[in-house]
């Protein structure tokens, strides 16, 4: 435990006898864990301590750019406006409807509205997280989940919203989902098995205390997601491995009826499902790998009975070497496509009957998705578009002539100029040649000095790290910080070969890619070693934790975030949460070539007698996807080997899960935290 005096000494964990000394901190609940894992909350708070009044001035002034009370963008659907309302002081958004106004108009009749849910009432202050938010198709009913405690275990709730009468529906071990069928009285939910893998998939209809259970998915590798199509007219039920899909189809007009299987599941095989019109005619559209890696997009004439097969499938856009088709969406009056090219998202568009088109946007490097493509029969979708240097922006696109309008821009409170700060696209050149992107931003008048920075990466899963707008970021560019996104190999920027080059026997390219990240960015003199700050969340913090293994010297301090990082050990225990599923990612450690190539890059296994940077190290005692112990165990061993006199700070949210804690306020608090201690270590502060 900590001493009383004014300078803390930091807590010693027990080594244990065996090849992993620190295994005991796996124990959950036990007395000698929560005493260490709070003996270390007790270490950081003291350490912090002289930054009280700095983390209250950095909350005051970023909740101070953000409009505390706001209305979402009401999205029409049927005779109703839905939208949602922020309340100063409130930590999370209530749900609204109102009456949809005859002239179509986005107006919101506030002496008409109903509060639909009030998420607020609902936490009572605690952990809150809303899973399903699902209004039935006859708009009488509103189907929700929640989770109280960070787990991602949901309860399941039915809110009859003519009387406000909720029922609470008796089924356990839930994953959140809730779909209803065209009958509104019928919904179909998933069951998490013991390593929080959803498998099962059940149908309930209301006024029954049980419910039939409709597909059953054995293999660990594979996630069950139950969902309806674009047309409104179909259920997909989709079963997706990290490698491997297979989709299930049904008339969401027959819920009693059973899932047709589209393609049965081949190894390699990708592919996803939707419905709706292609001129004029009701078809299936197929996202698939079967032609290439980057995806291709075919279309199948519904049947009057059954489902198409393979072999009817047509092509519509055909695979790209260059351009990865990310996804699709559909509206009676066109498709969309979500397209990468050269590191950045492109929409594009295909009118019924018009010619094809690219959105234009005024950025080099930006965000862009579609966010909604509102009703079926709808002529118009919304986009939501951002840069490093520019607030979200929804736009209404006109399908048919590309007209955007700016519906929304998120405001940012006081003095703010978007043309104050810089937005630039670099290319860093990896070991290999390999040119890696990365996205900056930094304040005009300090473009191309050394100043301070902030490199933040993740690079895993193909998931694409697009640059984002932070209202909090600014108080660290308004200090003179700038701000960088690796787009290491692993993730999706450049299409799927990108992320392929980044995992399994390639992971080490993730790790290279951002020490080459670093060393370009002090090598073009826009900062130094000792200027540079580097942070990763998840398989982020994996990232986090092997460079610092492997360039220590780079680095004046890192921030790792539920990082997972005894990646070894996990992945060789198959009861533990996703480590199934996980395979396709990292490999199967019990393969003596995986176990040698794992064990080389695990930062657990890695850590060394070496001077590291200055540390904080964030972990959820509730998460399911990283436990808390990755993070405690790694730290215990680095206070043992480690030979600097660098802070190291562990701090675990007890009451909180993956995404950290639950509400808007304590989300700042939590940055104001980060914050406090890059400007502490870069003696800003």
Same mark, same amino acid.
């Given at each position: 435990m900590p001493s009383s005096n004014s300078t803390p000494s930091a807590p010693v964990a027990r080594k244990a006898d065996g090849a992993d000394p620190y295994a005991w901190l796996q124990n959950r609940d036990t007395d000698e864990v929560l005493d260490y894992l709070k003996a270390e909350n007790d270490y950081q708070e003291r350490q912090l301590a002289d930054q009280q009044a700095l983390r209250e001035t950095l909350f005051q002034e970023i909740k101070g750019r953000i409009l505390e009370t706001d209305l979402s963008? +009401?999205?029409?659907?049927?005779?109703?406006?839905?939208?949602? #309302? !922020? !309340?100063?002081? /409130?930590?999370?958004?209530?749900?609204?409807?109102c009456p949809r106004p005859a002239d179509d108009s986005q107006t919101? /009749?506030?002496?008409?509205?109903?509060?639909?849910? /009030? +998420?607020?009432? $609902?936490?009572?202050? %605690? =952990? =809150?997280?809303?899973?399903a938010f699902s209004i039935s198709p006859d708009h009488r009913r509103l189907a929700y989940s929640l989770d109280t405690s960070g787990e991602e275990v949901y309860q399941l709730y039915v809110k009859e919203l003519n009387t406000g009468d909720v029922i609470s529906l008796p089924f356990e071990d839930c994953d959140g989902s809730m779909t209803w069928a065209n009958d509104s009285q019928t919904l179909f939910f998933g069951e998490l098995d013991d390593t929080h893998r959803p498998h099962k998939l059940y149908r309930h209809t209301l006024g029954n205390d049980s419910a039939d259970l409709v597909f059953n998915e054995p293999d660990g590798r594979f996630f069950l997601h139950c969902y309806r199509t674009s047309s409104e007219r179909q259920l997909v039920l989709a079963l997706d491995s990290k490698t491997t899909g297979e989709s299930w189809v049904l008339d969401a007009s027959k819920p009693e009826q059973a899932f047709v299987c589209m393609a049965p599941r081949s190894e390699g095989h990708e592919y996803s499902v939707d419905h709706g019109l292609i001129d004029g005619a009701w078809s299936w559209l197929i996202r698939s790998n079967q032609a290439g890696i980057n995806f291709a997009l075919y279309h199948a004439p519904e049947k009057t009975s059954g489902v198409p097969e393979r072999k009817d499938w047509q092509t519509l856009i055909p695979?790209?070497?260059?351009?990865?088709? /990310?996804? =699709?969406?559909?509206?009676? *009056? @066109? $498709? !969309?496509?979500?397209? #990468?090219? @050269? %590191?950045?998202?492109?929409?594009?568009?295909?009118?019924?009957?018009?010619?094809?088109?690219?959105?234009? $946007?005024?950025d080099a490097a930006y965000n862009l998705y579609v966010q909604d493509t509102l009703e079926f029969d709808s002529d118009k979708i919304r986009l939501r578009y951002q840069s490093l240097n520019r607030p979200p922006q929804v736009r209404q696109l006109s399908l048919a002539t590309g007209e955007q309008i700016v519906l929304k821009e998120t405001p940012v409170l006081g003095v703010f100029d978007a043309d104050a700060y810089v937005s630039q696209r670099l290319w860093a050149t990896a070991a290999d040649g390999t040119q890696v992107p990365i996205s900056l931003v930094v304040k005009r008048e300090l473009a191309g000095q050394p100043v301070p920075l902030y490199l933040y990466g993740y690079g895993a899963y193909g998931e694409s790290l697009d640059p984002w707008f932070s209202h909090a970021r600014l108080s660290l560019l308004d200090r003179g910080i700038a701000f960088a996104i690796a787009h290491?190999?692993?993730?999706?920027? $450049?299409?799927?070969?990108?992320? #392929?080059?980044? *995992?399994?026997?390639? *992971?080490?390219? !993730?790790?290279?890619? =951002?020490?080459?990240?670093?060393?370009?960015?002090?090598g073009e003199n826009l900062t130094t070693a000792d200027k540079l700050v580097i942070s990763g969340g998840s398989a982020g913090g994996l990232l986090i934790g092997a460079v610092v293994n492997q360039r220590p010297e780079l680095f004046k301090a890192a921030i790792a975030e539920v990082p997972f990082l005894d990646v070894l050990n996990t992945m060789l225990d198959p009861d533990l949460p996703l480590t199934v599923t996980e395979y396709d990612e990292w490999g199967n450690p019990q393969e003596p070539d995986v176990y040698a190539r794992i064990k080389a890059y695990a930062p657990y296994e890695n850590v060394s007698a070496q001077a590291y940077p200055a540390m904080l190290v964030i972990a959820g005692y509730n998460d399911s996807r990283v436990q808390y112990w990755e993070a405690a165990k790694w730290v215990a061993k680095l206070r043992d080997t480690k030979t600097d006199d660098n802070l190291l700070l562990l701090k675990t949210e007890l009451g909180a899960g993956h995404g950290g804690m639950s509400g808007r306020y304590q989300g700042l608090r939590d940055v104001a935290l980060e914050y406090g201690f890059i400007l502490k270590v870069l003696q800003l502060a």
């Open positions: 963008l +009401p999205s029409p659907w049927g005779p109703y406006l839905y939208y949602t #309302r !922020t !309340t100063e002081g /409130d930590e999370y958004a209530r749900h609204y409807r919101v /009749d506030e002496s008409a509205e109903e509060l639909l849910l /009030d +998420p607020n009432a $609902l936490a009572n202050g %605690g =952990f =809150f997280s809303l899973g695979h790209s070497e260059t351009v990865m088709l /990310d996804g =699709f969406s559909l509206n009676a *009056k @066109g $498709l !969309t496509l979500s397209l #990468r090219e @050269g %590191g950045l998202p492109i929409v594009e568009v295909h009118p019924q009957g018009l010619p094809a088109y690219r959105v234009q $946007l005024p290491v190999r692993g993730g999706g920027e $450049l299409g799927e070969a990108w992320y #392929r080059n980044g *995992k399994q026997e390639h *992971k080490q390219n !993730t790790f290279s890619d =951002f020490i080459a990240c670093a060393e370009h960015l002090i």
